[in-house]
């Protein structure tokens, strides 16, 4: 039974920082690609940035392109999301997805944790 635990949500100000974990337990994390997807209030869940089981390739959303940074540790089965220059906008709860497979879309992701709650001020 594949688990996927976040951590590291939180508030943050208007152009600071936070860097969200993804804990992984009982499956092959090494050989998965990590995606995290955020839901605010009301909205839908989006895509917010993938990679690869390598760590070779990177999909980012235009919203956080240039600002949020997708990593794994594959020694400590671990995604991290390094999120910098946050914005109001991007107050949501964050989620974190595992998958053979890089993609974009959720509908893809077979495992999925609980989510951690991001909030920024103004």
């Known amino acids: 039974q594949v688990q996927l635990v976040e951590s590291g949500g939180g508030l943050a100000q208007a152009g600071g920082s936070l860097r969200l974990a993804c804990a992984a337990s009982?499956?092959?994390?090494?050989?998965?690609?990590v995606a995290w997807f955020r839901q605010a209030p009301g909205q839908e869940r989006e895509f917010v940035a993938a990679i690869s089981w390598r760590g070779d390739i990177k999909y980012y959303a235009p919203a956080v392109e240039g600002r949020f940074t997708i990593s794994k540790d594959n020694a400590k089965n671990t995604g991290y999301l390094l999120m910098n220059s946050l914005k109001p906008e991007d107050t949501a709860v964050y989620y974190c997805?595992?998958?053979?497979?890089?993609?974009?879309?959720?509908?893809?992701?077979?495992?999925w944790g609980q989510g951690t709650q991001v909030t920024v001020s103004s």
């Open positions: 009982g499956g092959t994390f090494s050989a998965s690609a």
């Open positions: 997805a595992m998958t053979y497979g890089i993609y974009r879309s959720a509908s893809e992701y077979r495992f």
